[in-house]
């Protein structure tokens, strides 16, 4: 996976939004780490995909969102 960039600060420190039931300890691991955020169990197409850690921005990376639903 290509590093995202930030659209608000340009910053690449942005992790992926996890949504679902997270069952798997790596994924726990990963959280922990703040490679990823957990997004808790929620649908819906505009939900954010993406998390800036620079500057706390949620949001929507249309690629990634594709093939979600
Ligand atoms: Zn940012």
């Known amino acids: 996976m290509k590093p995202k960039k930030c659209p608000k600060c340009k910053s690449d420190q ?3 939004i996890l949504y679902g039931l ?3 300890h ?5 959280s922990k780490r703040g ?7 929620k649908v819906g197409p ?3 995909t993406h998390y800036c ?3 706390h ?3 929507l990376d249309k690629e990634a969102a594709k093939g979600r639903f």
């Open 22 to 24: 997270v069952k798997d």
């Open 26 to 30: 790596d994924t726990w691991e990963q």
């Open 35 to 41: 490679e990823l955020i957990l997004g808790g169990v």
């Open 46 to 48: 505009h939900l954010p």
């Open 53 to 55: 850690k620079a500057c």
């Open 57 to 59: 921005h949620k949001f």
């Open 14 to 16: 942005v992790v992926p």
